[in-house]
């Protein structure tokens, strides 16, 4: 039986097409592979959310889902949420509430909260603290980064 | 950490899956929200994954004239957000948003949940306290088995070697409701309880009581909330863990039971 396994997935808009060993997770591949190191590598066991990728149009964990059974799939990661002004709001509200300090956790929390924003609906902050209660951020507090979704969904500043 | 090396195949019938599964050391790959984070942690160490997200026909959610049947494919996001599920098995919708968190719900599904039987997890409880049925296939064809014999114990269940959770159904209730107590939403539950209710009678099932989710027989049977919630010291004795002990899971478990009662 195969323990590498040919693989074609579309990467940020890009077609990739590599062979890839079935024990490799997403979020290593496209770190190790596609140097697309935006999203980060926590607990590598699904508790810290970290790793989010969107595949298919749905958050996932990077470290839960293996590489080889993205074949065939559409990926999007921090980079290119970032590089084609998706994000922009949520950026730029990051910035303005101060609702980073290390910045680990930022890639998956953007992408987490990205997720709730394409719901297009408005969220009370529980809600809110309920959707980004699979990513942890040791510097925050969240206090900051719930403001800042907020301000983003419900265009409160 | 990573993985350990494995091979890896993702067949695309049945028959060829079942062939697949009697390989020494084969496992199934259904959406690996459990069995994922294992082989990171490097608990378990398969030989071969069968991934079996591309059987066709496993994903589907029909109603039945009785119930409602749920492919093991079917992802907690999906049974969270249809219209189909909430109206005839509003227990499962009702639990649904408890299971960890919306990235882990896009890709965790039904059968994977109900296979790996952590007494800890939300649907086995829901399958117990609901009479659910599980359709489980072989090479030797199609066995029906009810979720009170389908836990056997700690991870173990009924499911034998080669065989596939294909699907579960789950009978109507009058009225259902899930609760359950967590640290943080998305964590573990410290306690946990589904109930139904069908004419008269009422079903309480606990997780995170025991090495299977357990059937409350007492309370069940019980005719006032205080009779319940007396019985309830002889149906459960609920192990400690590393934060409650086994009499604040008792006195949990007996709150949980009066919001359920009075709901019911």
Excluded at chain 2, 38 to 63: A, C, T
Excluded at chain 2, 99 to 122: F, K, Q, V, Y
Excluded at chain 2, 222 to 236: K, P
Aim: aromatic residues 4%.
């Amino acid at each position: 039986m195969e323990h590498a396994v040919d693989t074609s997935m579309t990467v940020n808009g890009s077609l990739v097409r590599r062979r890839i060993p079935a024990r490799q997770h997403l979020v290593d591949f496209l770190r190790e592979e596609l140097g697309l190191t935006g999203s980060h590598i926590g607990c590598e066991h699904g508790v810290c959310g970290a790793c989010t990728v969107r595949v298919n149009g749905d958050i996932v964990r990077g470290c839960l889902m293996l590489a080889v059974q993205a074949n065939g799939c559409k990926v999007d990661t921090i980079e290119g949420l970032s590089d084609s002004g998706e994000l922009k709001a949520l950026q730029k509200a990051f910035h303005e509430k101060n609702a980073l300090q290390c910045g680990f956790c930022t890639p998956g929390m953007l992408m987490a909260a990205q997720d709730l924003v394409l719901q297009n609906r408005r969220c009370s902050r529980e809600e809110i603290r309920k959707h980004i209660s699979g990513n942890y951020c040791r510097c925050t507090g969240y206090q900051a980064i719930v403001d800042a979704i907020e301000q983003v969904l419900n265009g409160q500043s | 950490m990573k993985a350990p090396s494995f091979a890896y195949s993702k067949p695309s019938s049945l028959e060829e899956a079942l062939e697949l599964l009697e390989r020494p050391g084969a496992t199934i790959l259904a959406g690996g929200q459990s069995l994922i984070p294992s082989l990171n942690m490097r608990l378990s160490s398969p030989e071969l994954l069968v991934d079996i997200n591309g059987l066709p026909g496993f994903s589907k959610i029909e109603v039945l004239s009785s119930g409602v049947r749920i492919g093991c494919l079917v992802t907690h996001a999906q049974i969270e957000k249809s219209a189909e599920v909430s109206k005839h098995a509003s227990l499962l919708a009702q639990a649904a948003p408890h299971i960890a968190h919306p990235a882990i719900r896009n890709r965790g599904t039904l059968g994977g949940s109900l296979a790996l039987a952590d007494p800890a997890a939300e649907y086995p409880a829901c399958a117990l306290a609901s009479n659910a049925t599980f359709i489980l296939l072989g090479r030797k064809g199609e066995r029906r088995v009810k979720a009170a014999e389908f836990f056997k114990g700690l991870f173990e269940t009924d499911l034998r070697p080669g065989e596939i959770l294909a699907a579960a159904e789950f009978p109507p209730a009058d009225k259902a409701v899930f609760v359950e107590l967590a640290r943080r939403h998305g964590d573990y539950a410290i306690i946990g309880l589904a109930g139904t209710r069908v004419a008269s009678r009422k079903r309480f099932v606990f997780l995170g009581a025991g090495a299977t989710p357990v059937l409350a027989v007492n309370a069940s049977r019980a005719s006032t909330v205080g009779e319940a919630r007396q019985a309830l010291g002889e149906d459960l004795d609920p192990p400690a863990d590393l934060y409650h002990t086994s009499d604040t899971k008792l006195h949990l478990a007996r709150v949980l039971l009066e919001r359920a009662w009075n709901t019911l």
